[in-house]
């Protein structure tokens, strides 16, 4: 086939122009072209200039250096083809969410057009988070921060809230709230989900937020020194990325360790301050302080505190993460440090798990708390914080009034309450408080999170089996501080157990053969710090299985990342790299480069319509995109082709702007449902059965391999847990069913291992 394409004009600068546009909208599928070299010749400077010679394409590779068309509607139909079954669900709400009007106290319209300046943001960048610091503690109320932008959503809707729902509603946020102590908006699961899940870059939507929220705090969480990722990393990769963060918008940072390992807090502190950030040393609030017998009594509390003091943070944090702090225990906590240290701002975070989160925040700030933590009417309670409906309506006329008009918060909830329809398909099923929770302690941005990985994995009818196994898999680890990433290990034992049909006591007395979750290895190894009261033994050893035993903060054994090695390897791989880019990879190395892939393939989704984003739209349903100003694609699904039976594929029809489109793409969902596996014989010890649902990883052996007992086989991930499976005994490896990127389910025949003689 030739195609030949002639474009002339008045000048030659005309002409070319021309040309590229022509060839910018040439359409050719199924056949190679050379448009991309056309256009590199086209665009090059000594074709502009006209100033060519006869030898000129030889005497220039750089010609060469092809970079295909974005070509960004074509890769939109094909992501939207190859989510022809929705991400999980069909949405709630699926009309044009209504924007809430502001009105002033006489009644007339604010203009929200433009951010609102005022705030107390504006200390932080004059004077200082020392200055910041001092103004809270002598501000005569008790401040709220927001968490709807971050931890609410987490808790309620597996962090699923993505960039464009948070933007469409930030300037009114601006000016309602513009008395906030400050907007929790980043870091902790949101940073990983971002790429992991929305295929968006975390750092992007700081930068937007930053831009259309200039007044009020941004608050992030960071987990001391794993920095947002959920073991400990180099010292050097933390100090990087909190310089990243504080460039790019965060000004208060929320620093907590899971295990309040203070060696652990102190990088994490260390690293803000010389950022320049507000430090906000956190003390993470486990068990029942009122029962004398726990491990976590007052005085353990104390002592952290005046640690945390010591490292001369700015702000003290007392994280309540499952919901459990009780009005009483709220009251003798806070009053107690307010009394040795009267100059300390303390800022209060719970969810409200249980029903008490109101009361317990009331009773904080009686006790001289300087800011609580609530979230928006329609996104609070439950595994979410306290309503900030009911906490101003809680502080009115008491001299805690947080300086905020409950009318403009009542009018951006009109928004958030549509918002939560949409994201319906992310639901846990919570229908009320659940007081189990002073049991299980399971903190509430996991509690969800549990429910919808117990629901993926198969055990959604043994929810309450799970709850009790998180209690049993708490103990046998040694009743340790539960928040990520090890409220995630004592989760993933818990599955372990429940899958496995594992007690107590079992756990303990097989620990030598079981193959535990890579996270429950990590602990052991002593990768998350050290508990308070030591590791379990020995539960602890058996495991391990001669792993090593760290006994000092990890970091210290961890060689600081070549962080220029590693920004010129992401452009070599990728073409463009900043710095941000340098701090994603070094927290997660494969989460980053398969977002990184993935935009490549499919483009910048952020244009589209979230309705659409997570679920197919109706055949003939018309809707519209708009890829950038002035530039909208109109867009209509026509037809789903059938399955076929030998490639796994099927043709997908969209009319685009008139024009009937076709895309080819993997039906993944279709693959996964036709897929029968053999099932391992629990009677027979050469068959090595799946121990959960998961999707294969790694296979670390080939077919014939000489394996020992304990060597691994494979890897598998279940919802962000992984496992290795290990050989049962000695042997050779035989009648491998699996391959990197299957799905199996539980017991689903993995390989043989054959003893010798065996066949």
């Known amino acids: ?439 299980h302690e399971i903190p509430g941005g996991q509690l969800t999170n549990m429910m919808f990985q117990a629901s993926q994995l198969g055990l959604g009818t043994q929810w309450a089996e799970t709850k009790k196994a998180y209690e049993q898999a708490n103990d046998l680890l040694g009743d340790i501080v539960k928040v990520t990433p090890t409220s995630k290990v004592v989760g993933d034992l818990a599955q372990f157990m429940v899958s496995n049909k594992l007690s107590f006591d079992d756990v303990q007395q097989k620990a030598v053969e079981l193959d535990f979750p890579g996270s429950v290895l990590e602990f052991f190894e002593g990768l998350m710090g050290q508990p308070y009261g030591g590791f379990p033994e020995p539960l602890r050893t058996n495991a391990l299985r001669g792993r090593r035993k760290l006994d000092k903060r990890p970091g210290l054994t961890l060689e600081p990342l070549d962080l220029q090695k590693i920004k010129k390897d992401i452009h070599t791989k990728y073409g463009s790299v900043t710095e941000c880019d340098v701090a994603s990879y070094a927290m997660y190395p494969k989460v980053f480069e398969d977002y990184r892939k993935f935009i490549e393939k499919f483009g910048d989704l952020s244009v589209l319509p979230t309705r659409y984003f997570l679920s197919k739209p109706e055949i003939g349903e018309e809707f519209h995109v708009e890829l950038e100003k002035g530039k909208v694609l109109i867009l209509k699904l026509l037809a789903i082709g059938p399955l076929s039976d030998t490639t796994g594929q099927r043709e997908v029809f969209y009319e685009m702007n008139g024009e009937v489109r076709q895309v080819t793409v993997d039906d993944n969902n279709a693959a996964v449902e036709n897929t029968s596996r053999p099932k391992a014989d629990p009677g027979d010890s050469s068959q090595v059965g799946a121990p959960m649902s998961g999707v294969v990883v790694e296979i670390r052996v080939k077919d014939g391999g000489e394996v020992k007992k304990g060597d691994p086989i494979a890897v598998l991930s279940a919802m962000k847990m992984e496992m290795v499976i290990s050989a049962p005994h000695a042997g050779k490896v035989g009648s491998i069913q699996i391959k990197e990127g299957d799905s199996v389910g539980g017991s689903d025949l993995i390989c043989k291992i054959l003893k010798p003689g065996e066949k």
């Open 1 to 439: 086939m030739l195609v030949k394409c002639t474009c002339h004009g008045s000048t030659y600068e005309i002409a070319r122009r021309k040309m590229i546009r022509a060839l910018v909208e040439f359409r050719i599928r199924g056949v190679k072209t050379n448009i991309p070299f056309l256009t590199s010749l086209l665009t090059h400077p000594t074709f502009i200039d006209g100033k060519c010679w006869t030898t000129f394409i030889d005497d220039t590779p750089a010609l060469f250096d092809l970079v295909s068309s974005q070509n960004r509607a074509q890769k939109l139909l094909a992501y939207l083809g190859s989510s022809i079954k929705g991400q999980i669900g069909e949405p709630k709400f699926k009309g044009d969410i209504i924007m809430p009007d502001l009105f002033d106290e006489a009644g007339k319209k604010l203009d929200v057009s433009q951010p609102c300046q005022k705030g107390w943001r504006n200390i932080i960048v004059e004077k200082g988070p020392e200055a910041f610091a001092k103004a809270v503690r002598a501000n005569k109320g008790c401040l709220l921060m927001d968490t709807t932008w971050r931890d609410a959503h987490q808790s309620l809707l597996a962090t699923r809230v993505r960039t464009v729902d948070l933007l469409n509603i930030a300037k009114e946020t601006s000016h309602a709230y513009s008395n906030l102590y400050s907007l929790e908006c980043w870091g902790g699961a949101t940073f990983d989900v971002a790429m992991r899940f929305l295929y968006e870059d975390p750092w992007d939507r700081l930068r937007k937020m930053r831009k259309l929220i200039p007044n009020i705090p941004f608050q992030m969480l960071l987990r001391g020194a794993n920095g947002v990722a959920y073991s400990s990393l180099p010292d050097n990769a933390i100090y990087h990325f909190c310089e990243q963060a504080k460039k790019h918008g965060v000004d208060i940072f929320r620093v907590f360790d899971a295990l309040n390992d203070i060696d652990q807090l102190e990088v994490g502190i260390k690293a803000v301050h010389k950022a320049g950030g507000v430090v906000e040393g956190t003390v993470c609030y486990s068990g029942d302080m009122l029962n004398p017998h726990k491990k976590y009594n007052l005085e353990y509390y104390m002592e952290l505190v005046g640690k945390l003091v010591d490292l001369n943070i700015h702000i003290l944090g007392i994280k309540d993460m499952a919901g459990v702090l009780k009005p009483r225990a709220a009251t003798l906590l806070i009053g107690s440090i307010r009394k040795k240290y009267p100059d300390l701002p303390i800022h209060v975070h719970t969810h409200d798990s249980a029903g008490t989160g109101v009361a317990s925040m009331v009773a904080c700030a009686n006790a001289g708390a300087d800011a609580v933590d609530t979230a928006t009417d329609s996104m609070s309670g439950m595994t979410s914080q306290p309503s900030v409906g009911a906490v101003l309506a809680s502080f009115e006329g008491t001299e805690h009034d947080p300086g905020l008009n409950v009318n403009h918060v009542r009018a951006i909830d009109t928004y958030w309450a549509q918002l939560r329809l949409l994201y319906s398909p992310f639901e846990a099923g919570l229908t009320g408080p659940d007081s189990d929770v002073y049991e």
